[in-house]
């Protein structure tokens, strides 16, 4: 039972991320449904800022336990993309059994 999260780089940057799995062991597993439902809220939020607010014609894909996006324009999306990064991190310090992170260059 994971989330994995991959965050991509460009040229040192960096440019999207991949979201995969579930944190749940069964229907009862409330502490993984709340880590599930956060994580979720938080990359469906970075992904809505950066199509919607931004507009930048970010490639995402979306399916069952599935989110990712890789940005177009580094420079308008770097911020955004650092804040969820961070976010994410400062998540998985609480739940390392839940988060799995790893890094990808493109």
Do not use: W
């Not at 940005?71 to 998540?91: A, M, P, V, W, Y």
């Amino acid at each position: 039972i994971m989330i994995n999260v991959v965050f991509y780089l460009k040229n040192d940057n960096l440019s999207g991320f991949e979201l995969s799995g579930h944190a749940t062991v069964n229907e009862y597993d409330e502490n993984g449904r709340l880590v599930c439902a956060y994580v979720s809220s938080s990359a469906i939020m970075t992904a809505n800022t950066v199509s919607e607010i931004i507009c930048d014609k970010a490639d995402i894909q979306c399916g069952d336990g599935y989110l990712k996006m890789i940005c177009q324009d580094l420079s308008r999306c770097k911020d955004i993309l650092q804040g969820f990064r961070l976010h994410i991190t400062e998540t998985q310090k609480e739940y390392p059994e839940i988060i799995k992170i790893s890094t990808h260059k493109e």
